[in-house]
């Protein structure tokens, strides 16, 4: 398989996720949880069909609103299986409604998603899946492998002579501690 920093350069989808994305660390609670969906709609499918559809992922899911999400009922529901945009899973569509109320409940607990995850580090990948595992539905090794790597919670996203990997360096991901 050819390695993500050398495919991904200069491709239409993959040269921008990869370049401004993929391993750096994310702040805000909506874009963990458009990650979180994301990941979870790519199982069984390429990466580059979650890139192209992921504009109509952030129509569908109120713009990765959390609250909004979470609040969602059972026509939003028929809405999202119905919607040719995304991915048409009744598993994932529950997962990630469900998964948002998980996330609002995280605010009552640790104060927030982030800081949820920033509780658990550093914790070996095995250990995050079953975290995972128990926190949220519908989150195996590889969907959690991936998610923590894209937000910069494990290591692996890009290779160290990727230019890439200096401007994550830089912004000390939660998986370099505090390397200096």
Request: hydrophobic share 40%; with cysteine.
């Amino acid at each position: 398989m050819t390695d993500y920093c050398d495919a991904a350069p200069g491709h239409p989808w993959h040269g921008p996720y990869h370049d401004r994305e993929y391993g750096f660390p994310i702040e805000s609670e909506a874009g963990l949880f458009e990650l979180l969906v994301l990941e979870i709609n790519q199982a069984g499918l390429s990466w580059l069909t979650i890139l192209k559809k992921r504009e109509s992922f952030r129509a569908a899911y109120a713009g990765f609103d959390v609250d909004r999400v979470a609040a969602f009922g059972e026509a939003d529901r028929q809405r999202l299986l119905a919607d040719s945009g995304i991915v048409r899973n009744r598993l994932k569509v529950n997962a990630a409604i469900e998964n948002a109320r998980r996330i609002q409940a995280l605010r009552q607990s640790h104060g927030g998603f982030r800081a949820w995850l920033d509780a658990q580090h550093p914790l070996e990948k095995g250990a995050w899946v079953k975290l995972f595992k128990k926190q949220f539905l519908f989150t195996g090794g590889e969907i959690v492998g991936e998610f923590l790597m894209s937000s910069g919670y494990l290591p692996g996203a890009h290779r160290e002579d990727c230019p890439v990997f200096a401007e994550i360096a830089a912004l000390k991901p939660a998986w370099m501690g505090d390397r200096d």
